[in-house]
């Protein structure tokens, strides 16, 4: 008879399930998990992307210092290797990556991310966390934590903890702000016309099928896309703009000040 137990693994990206047959005889399952599948997946992705076989990217890891043999390579591809802190730093650098290129999803942003098995969040949201850019919420969900605290301040304290203290320093500038919130602007403005794109050619796919629609559209397909309460992104990202510009002008002054 086997008998198997569940063994919690400190490594990175997973845990094992250790089953122990007959009295001396172990095998090792990875159990299917969402970042494991991702490194696996990636790994495969990005190494015939550049054109590595298993062989030359494991004469690669060799070269840094982490030999990781071609049957292991192909093991971690297949999901059945466990990748530790080490092999995924090394992997990355081999693969002129970042680790988090290895650990999260590059497809749909709207596509789910299991970041653990009680913490699942959408491709876009796991990114920004990865990123230092904003804290992760369903994992503060997941922690029991207050969800209806100040969101910008508790966005600028995951922002300085994430940050190495030099970065932090420049971070704190208020034109580096107003920089940061442009680009935080520009990229719900970006995933609102996504959102707004996939909604168009929803309904043209019921047409095109003979489906009944809504009897009430939206003058725009976007219209009902943005919460009525909530400020328009292309008004959120122009003010954004022209608080830049008013910080950058404070800075170094204005053009003609600095071209005399």
């Known amino acids: 008879m086997t008998a198997c137990w569940k063994r919690s693994d400190a490594s990175l990206c997973g845990a094992l399930r250790v089953c122990q047959a007959g009295s001396n005889v172990r095998v090792m399952e990875t159990v299917d998990e969402g970042v494991a599948r991702n490194v696996a997946r990636n790994v495969r992705e990005l190494r015939e992307q550049r054109r590595h076989t298993v062989r030359s990217l494991s004469a690669a890891l060799d070269a840094l210092g982490r030999r990781i043999l071609p049957s292991g ?3 971690i591809e297949d999901d059945t290797r466990r990748v530790d802190v080490g092999d995924l730093v090394a992997l990355a650098i081999a693969l002129r990556v970042t680790p988090n290129r290895l650990l999260l999803p590059v ?4 596509e789910a991310v299991a970041l653990t098995p009680e913490v699942m969040t959408d491709q876009r949201e796991a990114w920004a966390w990865a990123q230092g850019r904003d804290p992760l919420l369903a994992g503060e969900k997941a922690l029991g934590d207050r969800l209806n605290v100040v969101y910008e301040g508790e966005r600028d304290e995951f922002r300085r903890n994430s940050l190495p203290a030099s970065e932090r320093i420049a971070d704190e500038h208020t034109a580096v702000r107003a920089a940061q919130d442009v680009l935080d602007r520009l990229r719900e403005m970006l995933t609102f016309q996504a959102k707004s794109a996939q909604q168009l050619r929803a309904l043209r796919e019921r047409r095109e099928r003979g489906d009944e629609l809504p009897l009430l559209l939206p003058a725009s397909a976007a219209d009902d896309l943005w919460p009525p309460h ?7 990202l122009r003010r954004a703009l022209a608080r830049l510009v008013a910080e950058i002008d404070d800075l170094i002054g204005d053009g003609d000040s600095g071209s005399r």
Do not use: L, W
Request: proline share 14%; glycine share 8%; charged share 20%.
């Open 73 to 75: 390579i192909t093991k």
């Open 107 to 110: 497809g749909d942003p709207n």
């Open 230 to 236: 909530q400020e328009n992104p292309a008004v959120a």
